[in-house]
């Protein structure tokens, strides 16, 4: 299984800021996600990093406000703009690797806009 | 899109009890169903999963059973310790991009 790496593994931001999240994996991996875990709730789908191209995002989530780089296979960024209170959650990335298709996650960022 | 339903939200079992917890999902198109297990703070982690050509797997102690036709699946997990407490989720995607939709999860409480 493929080894997830992010950076940081927490942040406390002002409102208003922007905080950018990194996430590494250890193997080439065909597909890279982005979700959000508000505490005590279920996994949500931000988007899907693209190498080299724009990312796909779902719906409620927009580029100007999360804005994903993804420069080679094994690095993602996400950033989180302009932040406010309702931005306070843990983003995860994900990879999927190229034998069967299993996803497996980064251990998070903790994220409290104050 | 795709929408999954988990239940129960909350399950407490005595240990060495069976623990059942089943999803049913809307897209027909679905044909890969993971299960994810959720300690406190920690990261989501893949405990098995099921594709839509088979009906059932099973590893150790832990199964899961795909019924396409009704559109429901569900993760069974027979001798529970208090280790197998945790937050489990499950999820669908269609085709090969994978996309999941998770359910809401369910906390498994197992009591020594």
Redesign the interface.
Known sequence: SAVISQKPSRDICQRGTSLTIQCQVDSQVTMMFWYRQQPGQSLTLIATANQGSEATYESGFVIDKFPISRPNLTFSTLTVSNMSPEDSSIYLCSGTGTGHGEQYFGPGTRLTVT | ?ENVEQHPSTLSVQEGDSAVIKCTYSDSASN?F?W?KQELG?????II?IRSNVGEKKDQRIAVTLNKTAKHFSLHITETQPEDSAVY?CAA?IG??????????TLLTVNP
């Open positions: 899109g890969y993971p994810y920690k990261r989501p982690q893949l999963d989720f995607a090969s991009n994978y996309k999941l939709t998770f359910g809401k999860g």
